[in-house]
């Protein structure tokens, strides 16, 4: 992948998980949420790094998880073939 697109990426991410977290507390707590009309160029400005940064910790914990079950589910499929390749000698 070009590297215009993992920033695109990243910032896509982060922006995805930012709202997440922006909608889950406003619906445990109605009186903490934030409204659209209090934000302004400021919280843009520092807003767009943040996402940034949380799209990288977002798609480095997915590969590690993916990462993860692939070596479990590969040691499962191995053990499922000795286990069948046993039972038909």
């Known amino acids: 992948m070009n590297l215009p697109g993992l920033l695109i990426e990243y910032l ?8 997440g977290g922006w ?7 109605p009186s903490s949420t934030l409204y659209l009309t ?5 919280h ?3 807003g767009g790094p943040i996402a940034y940064v949380i799209g990288m910790c977002v798609d480095y ?5 993916t990462d993860t ?3 479990l ?3 499962f499929r191995e053990s499922q073939v ?4 046993g039972s038909i000698k």
């Open 12 to 19: 896509i991410t982060g922006v995805v998980t930012m709202l």
């Open 23 to 29: 909608w889950f507390p406003s619906e445990i707590s």
């Open 38 to 42: 209090d934000f302004n160029a400021g």
């Open 44 to 46: 843009a400005a520092i």
């Open 61 to 65: 914990l997915s590969r590690r998880l």
């Open 69 to 71: 079950l692939e070596v």
């Open 73 to 75: 589910l590969k040691k």
């Open 82 to 85: 000795r286990l069948i390749a």
